[in-house]
């Protein structure tokens, strides 16, 4: 069939970037594959009949929560959020603060139509996630990137990065971090550094994107403060997600920030898609309301601490520690294994045949990156499945020593 | 408080164009005020208890229904949507043709990321739905307008359109068409336009977008066929909608186009939510699946055509008939009514203060439009609050005539 459309692609169409790790799903699917790649939460852990108790709600509010609903969210959700999150946030904030979002992934979505005209920067970490910088390429950003190191973003190298870019006559819009339990890194930034980011933030006008997924799933230590409370000036937009605290099934993320930010987000929130799934958010709301978020929260934690601690030990069991190199996370779903010389695609062939499956480092950077580090997700494979399919990795990385 | 990402603004944030009708819904909710307003069903017809008795599926297949969904859609929704849309789509249509979509202004959106760039052109029918202009503009699309009359788009005017447009170097990516029961002019395209909006389509190499939410509410005679089953060149996109045949909370629509656009939207929605609410989608499937949907159907066609009656009724008891033109719809959800010379934002202020509300024509002009027409829906008021709504607003008329 000829494709008379294909003459008529957007510029975006022409350079889509589209996930492997979406692509990846048949290959996880394979009979007897151990999967250390999508950063999916343990199904075993889900807290299926609490959840399906919530949905009592279909039949008290149905004629609520099967209409139209606000584009800003489920007002008792927002509430909730307003309350729950006040810890993190370093205060109670408004609900005129809190946007119920598709999944924290529509936060960036949002932020971008917001922000970002084409040839626009984003000074993003690298590595870092690909599902939201496909969505900044998709949008027609470029990026500027700054590395980290075990403590997170190297702050120190901004100003420079900022005013070199700035001296080109780059626009930079907003600085993209992953603060806590990085990915794929793992790392966590420090308070010092959390500090310094606010000044150079203010100091350059530019707003920060605080993507805070995994930041209530912390295994060890105590809480850095947020951005979001260490910021006087209203340039932080904060990102949460129910996607590893209770379901991504549910697409329900949200984000906090000043409040005339958030309603021109909601603006375009209208056109995107009205409102998140009144249904999806009907239930979660419930879940919290009765208490069960806080409840589960400690054995979702307690659950992954054992998993990471499994993943480490199949390190210290079957790697060659003296040729890879790794950072325990304090919390989250990720080591990043850095390797001296390994190609982790061609690893990763190996592996495969082996039938386990992780992520290779280059899927991190959007332009492409070393080929010699891997992410491993270890909240997904049982604990059994952790120690076989490290041994697995090992035995694929032995062929290639 | 300063608020430093003002000047960090995108030409679509400073140009943002957010919906009338959102904005009315504090107005709609004022005690005692009828609505005539915003496109919502009767929630007094919403099947709370069947949807609610679908609920079992979050429990049955609770670690799936809550773990990330494939991109695509709900397998089991697809196939059914596969089935049931093969008698209006001319054909069992693949799987692979179908995307689920978060509602199906999402296909708008998807659509706008695959092939528009700012300052490229969309061919809309004027007046028309201005929650899809709204996303269209917010992603810097200009417009060409083409007019209606009784018999939907004024398909001849197209060719001279598209002619001048294109001597005027402005580029043209696709026509926009409600085909049928036009939101807002209630009006449905022949046949014989049908065949030569394809036909014109070919004939320019342009895509057209087919948004159908109300296509399968028809009250009087048959269905016409849709552009997507009359096209032989895969350019046509067909957009559908559960919000108007179950729920609109659900967020739950789908598009149905040539496979390798499919792919490409799909590739796109990965960066803006990952895939619909796997909880919402899977509460549709059941629903689907167990028969309802096709149960409903007759049931919730002739409960609106029952409101569509009581509202003709009351233009026939309260209106000035010598001084008003409407259409009788034969499907959907609006009436549009023509005034000689009363402006209906006059007429809106004084029908507010009788408790009575509608949408003024000019909202569905994405630049502005005449100030003498206006939307009313018939399918959210009771039949009761239509007659009395009616009476207001002819009342609030007469003070303007």
Redesign the interface.
């Known amino acids: ?13 022409k350079n ?4 492997p790790i ?1 692509e990846m ?1 048949k290959l996880i699917r394979q009979p007897g594959m151990i999967s250390f790649a ?1 950063g ?2 343990d ?2 852990i ?1 807290p ?2 609490q ?2 108790e919530c ?1 009592e709600i ?2 008290e509010k ?10 800003d969210g489920y007002a008792p959700l927002k509430e909730f959020l307003a309350g729950w999150t006040g810890t993190r946030m370093g205060r109670k904030v408004l609900t005129d603060e809190i946007l119920i979002t ?2 924290s ?2 936060v ?2 949002l932020l ?7 040839e ?1 920067y984003i000074i993003i970490e690298e590595p870092t996630f690909m ?2 910088t ?2 900044m390429l ?1 949008q027609g950003a470029n990026f500027l990137s700054i590395s980290c190191d075990e403590n997170g973003m190297e702050v120190d190298k901004l100003p420079g990065i900022i005013e070199k870019a700035r001296s080109e006559g780059k626009k930079i ?2 600085i993209y971090t992953i603060p806590n339990f990085q990915n794929p890194l793992g790392c966590t930034m420090t308070l010092e550094r959390r500090k310094k980011l606010i000044e150079v933030a ?1 100091r350059y ?3 920060i994107l605080e993507d805070d997924p995994y930041g209530y799933v912390r295994f060890d230590g105590e809480h850095e403060p947020t951005l979001f409370s260490l910021d006087e ?3 932080v937009l904060y990102a949460g997600s129910f ?1 590893k605290i ?7 993320g949200w984000c906090t920030g ?1 409040a ?2 958030i309603k ?1 987000m909601q ?2 929130k ?11 958010q009907a ?1 979660v709301s419930e879940y919290c309301r009765k208490g069960y978020l806080e409840s589960f929260l400690p054995k979702i934690i307690g659950h992954y601490r054992r998993k990471r601690d499994a993943m480490e030990e199949g390190f210290r069991k079957y790697l060659p520690l003296e040729k890879v190199k790794y950072v325990t996370p304090q919390g989250g779903f990720f080591y990043w294994i850095e390797t001296p010389d390994i190609s982790t695609k061609a690893l990763f062939d190996r592996a495969i045949k082996k039938k386990v499956v992780f992520v290779p480092g280059d899927a991190f950077y959007p332009g492409g990156g070393p080929d010699r580090n891997f992410r491993v997700c270890y909240t997904f494979a049982s604990s059994e499945d952790i120690d076989e399919g490290i041994r697995r990795l090992a035995e694929a990385m032995a062929e290639l020593l």
Chains 1, 2 share one sequence.
Do not use: C
Not at 2 to 8: A, Q, R, S, T, Y
Not at 16 to 19: F, M, P, R, V
């Open positions: 069939m000829n494709e008379p459309w294909k003459d008529l692609l957007s510029i975006g169409a889509i970037k589209t996930s979406r799903v999508g999916m939460p199904p075993a889900f299926v009949d959840f399906y949905a279909l039949r149905g004629t609520d929560v099967l209409q139209y609903g606000a584009t598709s999944g992934i529509q960036v979505d971008n139509l917001a922000l970002i005209d084409r626009d599902g939201t496909a969505n998709n819009k907003y203010h006008d530019l707003v000036r209203g340039i996607s209770l379901a991504p099934g549910t697409r329900v000043p005339a930010l021109l603006g375009f209208q056109g995107v898609d009205v409102s998140t799934s009144v249904v999806s239930l």
